[in-house]
């Protein structure tokens, strides 16, 4: 069995490919039309592909037929564009014509149509690359440029107008990947910035008919970019090079003035400084003398500098015999009381070349202890030098006369009532607050000179009042050339500690209760030195007195009675002659006792505002003392 | 596309005189390649429309119509003899070129005005086609005119004869009578279809003409 299947099979095997030989011979397959073109919308071709051979010969030919016509033409030309190709030229090829193109295959077996195909020429126009392309580099202020120019291709008929050809190119560096296309429109010519010098560019041109392909790129043109520097760097090497001179300027600059940089920059820093510290004391190694440098004076403040900080009231009377103002001023028409000024002990006695402001330089206003007690002549222009010192350190004033006196100025306060001076009435400044509790008068006491010729007024009883509440200062101001160190400021200071009032009596020509003594004359005393509780005054004149120490405690004062203040910066003392004349004036003997003085109404009536409490005080005043300007010490004893 | 200064004086006119010739004051004066070169840009836009309905039409509607078989496709300007090469186009005498252009662009006015009725009502467009419709149909009428001022200037310059002026006879000029219904047994892919060869027509025999009567720039 096996034996015969196998023999079918080989006799199978040979006879089948002698029947097969004879299928080959078929009829051609099928052709297919794969484009046509038209390079310049005046011509165009075809091309197929060929089926299947079929085994034998097989012919192809092409067939058409235009639109809207039965009649078939077969291709003119097989060969002009090749195998399988057809060519139709000018004379066949129509415009806005439909073509219905056919290709068929034939062969001996039989023949095969291809699909047809509907053409318009029109929109199968591909036409060849753009001609004559050259690429220069040119120069631009800008840099260089790459400059590609081109022609349309030769068969594209564009001077007439037939076909319009819209460009492109491409450009790159040899090297790179990628292309930079630019689009150039229908100008034949391209300008190509931003090149890298020293580079190999590439460049490609084609062109497309504005209803149709593109047409091939062109062949590659090579442009080679020369090597050069770009002006920007021109320009960084000349700002560098500027800059290094500007920085080396500045540097010689800073150099010349090292010193002061240096300061400005770095300023030193200050080392510890003690004053009175010696730093070679302390190397030395003797602490003790390094540490008494240290050491100040003036703290704490000694027991002894303590009368300085005090107010202090110091009543000075000169003998009347003294010649009060050496600059001789003329006593005036009131008369210049002479009071005889005793050398005593007394405090405020004395020459008083002072500061302390005073009346006029009148009559001294002596002050004893003695009963008899004269009072003062008032003087207008010549104050009695009596004073009242109030020592303070506020007003330290040197006067441009005295040279080893330092005097102090004292603020003044007047006490409108003067008193005469009486010994038993102990003007110490530390009495008088007790007396007079509510009355204080601090004077101040300028270093100028008391002006005695121009203070004054003559006719004007000075009239001091004892008010209240308020307090004066009367400042004169003199030339200082004469012993006289009389100044006093007349300001108003209404200061609660002082209770009297000053008031400018200008006008008045009542006596004042208060009289001086008259017997009083005053002088000034300069204060030669101050020392503790006393108050070393020098001597105006010659009179031999010498520097009489006036101490605080001593009572008996004479006092010229300031009528009041004319012209803010006279004086006026009243005379006690004038008061007698008055009639009315408070003469206060001891030894007479004492006496109600009456006060004149007047001068009630010429107080100013403290008019009745200055009444009462003038009442008190008088009883006390008689016509004397009061400074009541507004310091403690001490 | 508006000229400024020449004038159109009715429709009968032989020729309308322009109102500023030598450029005077407060006219801008337009030369004739000026001239050409807007209405060949106007043309060049009225054919891509075209060819975008055209194609839009190839690919949405026509598959749905199951159209078949296009043998038998009559523009109705088939009438109008239009040269179909170079050769014949520039045998033909410039006057003759214009008179075939504006009897081209005559004749297809009423027709795209129909096409674009009949796309309102109908579905197969839409509105973006329907726009492009309108906008052909309007371009048409506008490039007409801009043509028939060319061929006046063109004829004020002395270029071409004034044999011209019989162009703007309704009768010469009025295909419609004898294409009326032609024209209405046109399938709307047709229409499309020779009416956007038809435009590429007008596109290239204005710029023949523009060629060789001002060939200054672009030829």
Redesign the interface.
């Known amino acids: 069995m096996m034996w015969r299947d196998v023999g079918v099979t080989l006799i199978l095997s040979l006879i089948l490919p002698v029947v097969a030989q004879g299928a080959r011979h078929t009829p051609p397959g099928k052709p297919k039309l794969t484009s046509c073109r038209s390079p310049d919308k005046e011509t165009f071709t075809c091309w197929w592909e060929a089926g299947s051979d079929g085994g034998r010969p097989t012919t192809y030919s092409l067939f058409y037929h235009k639109e809207n016509s039965e009649t078939v033409y077969e291709c003119p030309d097989y060969h002009t564009a090749g195998a399988n190709s057809c060519f139709f030229n000018k004379n066949e090829t129509s415009i806005w014509v439909n073509y219905n193109i056919t290709v068929v295959a034939t062969n001996a077996l039989g023949n095969n149509f291809s699909d047809p195909v509907d053409v318009d020429v029109v929109y199968i126009v591909q036409p060849h690359t753009p001609e004559n392309v050259t690429v220069g580099v040119l120069e631009d202020e800008d840099g260089p440029f790459l400059r590609v120019s081109w022609e349309p291709p030769r068969k594209a008929d564009t001077r007439s107008g037939w076909i319009t050809l819209i460009y492109e190119l491409r450009v790159k560096l040899e090297e790179a990947e990628e292309w930079e296309e630019h689009r150039a429109g229908q100008q034949k010519m391209f300008n190509n910035f931003s090149l890298h010098s020293g580079g190999v560019y590439m460049v490609q041109v084609r062109c497309k008919p504005d209803h149709g392909f593109w047409s091939e790129w062109s062949t590659a043109s090579y442009v080679k970019v020369p090597d050069y520097i770009p002006r920007e760097r021109s320009m960084w090497i000349l700002i560098a090079v500027f800059s290094a001179f500007i920085f080396l300027i500045l540097t010689w600059i800073i150099t010349l003035n090292r010193s002061s940089v240096k300061h400005c920059l770095l300023p030193p820093v200050p080392g510890p400084k003690i004053k009175g510290f010696d730093q070679q004391l302390l190397k030395k190694g003797k602490p003790e003398e390094v540490f008494n440098s240290l050491v100040v004076q003036s703290f704490p403040p000694r027991s002894t500098d303590y009368e300085d900080l005090l107010v202090e009231y110091l009543e000075v009377y000169v003998n009347e015999k003294q010649e009060l103002m050496p600059e001789g001023k003329d006593l005036r028409d009131v008369g210049c009381l002479e009071s005889k000024s005793q050398s005593d002990n007394d405090s405020g006695r004395g020459s008083c070349d002072s500061h302390t402001l005073l009346m006029e330089k009148c009559g001294g206003v002596e002050s004893k202890d003695e009963s008899s007690y004269e009072e003062p002549e008032l003087l207008q222009g010549q104050a009695g030098s009596w004073e009242r010192l109030e020592r303070g350190d506020s007003q330290v004033v040197d006067t441009p006369d005295s040279s080893d006196a330092r005097v102090k100025t004292w603020p003044l306060v007047f006490s409108p009532s003067i008193h005469g001076s009486s010994d038993n009435h102990h003007y110490g400044t530390l009495e008088m607050p007790k007396q007079h509790s509510t009355s204080e008068i601090t004077y101040s006491v300028p270093d100028h000179l008391f002006p005695t010729s121009t203070s004054f007024p003559h006719h004007h009883h000075p009239e001091y009042r004892d008010s209240l509440g308020e307090y004066s200062e009367y400042r004169h101001s003199r030339s200082p050339s004469t012993g006289v160190l009389y100044h006093w400021e007349a300001q108003h200071h209404p200061q609660a500690h002082s209770n009297f009032n000053i008031r400018n009596l200008e006008r008045q020509k009542e006596a004042t209760g208060f009289g001086l003594p008259p017997s009083r004359s005053m002088e000034y005393v300069e204060v030669q030195k101050v020392n503790q509780n006393q108050l070393v005054l020098k001597p105006l004149s010659s009179h031999g007195r010498g520097p009489s120490q006036v101490q605080f405690g001593r009572a008996v004062v004479d006092y010229s009675k300031v009528n009041g203040v004319n012209n803010d910066n006279v004086l006026l003392l009243q005379r006690q002659r004038e008061m007698a004349e008055a009639g009315q004036y408070c003469d206060y003997r001891e030894k007479e006792g004492a006496e109600a003085e009456r006060y004149p109404t007047q001068q009630q009536g010429k107080t100013t505002k403290d008019g009745p409490v200055a009444t009462q005080l003038q009442e008190s005043t008088c009883l006390t003392t008689s016509g004397y300007v009061d400074t009541v010490p507004t310091m403690p004893t001490f | 596309m508006v000229l400024l200064c020449v004038e159109l004086r009715g429709s009968g006119s032989a020729s309308a005189a322009p109102i500023c010739v030598h450029g005077q004051a407060g006219c801008h004066f337009l030369s004739l390649a000026d001239l050409f070169d807007r209405v060949i840009q106007h043309s ?1 836009r009225m ?1 891509s429309i075209s ?1 975008d309905l055209h194609s839009e039409f190839e690919q949405y509607v026509l598959p749905s119509r199951n159209h078949i078989g296009r043998i ?3 523009c109705h300007t ?1 009438t109008i003899l ?1 040269p ?4 014949n ?2 045998r033909l005498a410039r006057e003759e070129l214009t008179e075939v252009i504006l009897k081209l662009l005559v004749a297809w006015k009423d027709p795209l005005w129909q096409f674009h009725q009949n796309m309102v009502h109908q579905d197969d467009f839409n509105n973006f086609s329907s726009n492009k419709a309108l906008e052909m149909s309007y371009m048409v009428h506008e490039l007409r005119k801009g043509v028939e001022k060319v061929a006046d200037k063109m004829q004020h310059l002395g270029m071409i004869s004034n044999t011209l002026s019989g162009l703007s006879s309704p009768e010469a000029l009025d295909p419609s009578s004898d294409t009326c219904g032609e024209s209405q047994a046109m399938s709307d892919h047709d229409l499309l279809y020779c009416f956007r ?1 038809d435009s ?2 007008v596109q ?1 025999y204005l ?6 009567i001002v ?1 200054e720039n ?2």
């Open positions: 060049a054919h060819s038998n496709r009559h088939a239009t179909n090469g170079k050769e186009a520039q060869r590429n027509k290239n710029k023949i003409l523009k060629c060789r060939p672009g030829c």
